[in-house]
Nanobody, 122 residues
């Protein structure tokens, strides 16, 4: 069983930076793949970025070069550094874990956090 809690979401201006955190419980955390998804109003939940146990990372094209995911296995946390934020980044951001490689499909993740709201004002 894994429990996830996201934090760090807030209202920012376009061009600003923001750092989200996801804190996990569960002894197997270091072996899991962790991903961030986001869901804007009226849209499907979409993959943003993911990181596997070794530290290899994956990004959606829309955030490459602006977002950076990292993990601290000792602290059971995953962070998402978001730079050069745009209005289209506005969404609820969720972290999710799975026991396997990072995949882009939300249906392949076993555990989810409750989400944190990011609003980017233009």
């Amino acid at each position: 069983q894994v429990h996830l809690v996201e934090s760090g979401g807030e209202l920012v201006q376009a061009g600003d930076s923001l750092r989200l955190s996801c804190r996990a419980s569960g002894r197997a955390f270091p072996t899991y793949s962790i991903s961030w998804f986001r869901q804007a109003p009226g849209k499907e939940r979409e993959f943003v970025t993911g990181i596997i146990w070794s530290g290899a990372t994956y990004y959606a094209d829309s955030v490459k070069g602006r977002f950076t995911i990292s993990r601290d296995n000792a602290e059971y946390t995953v962070s998402l550094q978001m730079n050069s934020l745009k209005s289209e980044d506005t969404a609820v951001y969720y972290c999710a874990v799975r026991a396997g490689p990072v995949v882009y499909s939300k249906n392949s993740y076993n555990y989810w956090g409750q989400g944190t709201q990011v609003t980017v004002s233009s």
